[in-house]
C-alpha cells in the first residue's frame, strides 16, 4: 500500500491510495501512536500564561494569546 501509494501521480489517486493506507493502519493498530515533546516551548511574545514545566506535566489550559 505504501508503494502504492508513493508511486501514485494523480492526487486523486494518491489520495485514495492514503486513505486505504491509513484505514489499514487504524483497523488493525498493531501499536499505539505516541507523541513525545520532551520540553514543550512557548516562542511568541503575544502567549500569556505559559508556565515552563518542571516535571514531564504540562497544563495546556493555562496559556492563551494574547
Given at each position: 500500500?505504501i508503494a502504492e501509494a508513493r508511486?501514485?501521480?494523480?492526487?486523486?489517486?494518491?489520495?485514495?491510495?492514503?486513505?486505504?493506507?491509513?484505514?489499514?493502519?487504524?483497523?488493525?493498530?498493531?501499536?499505539?501512536?505516541?507523541?513525545?515533546?520532551?520540553?514543550?516551548?512557548?516562542?511568541?511574545?503575544?502567549?500569556?500564561?505559559?508556565v515552563q514545566p518542571q516535571s514531564?506535566?504540562?497544563?495546556?489550559?493555562?496559556p492563551y494569546i494574547q
Amino acid at each position: 500500500m505504501i508503494a502504492e501509494a508513493r508511486n501514485a501521480f494523480d492526487p486523486a489517486e494518491r489520495d485514495a491510495a492514503l486513505a486505504r493506507l491509513h484505514a489499514a493502519g487504524v483497523d488493525e493498530a498493531l501499536f499505539v501512536w505516541i507523541a513525545h515533546d520532551v520540553a514543550p516551548r512557548a516562542m511568541s511574545p503575544r502567549i500569556r500564561g505559559y508556565v515552563q514545566p518542571q516535571s514531564w506535566f504540562v497544563d495546556l489550559r493555562l496559556p492563551y494569546i494574547q
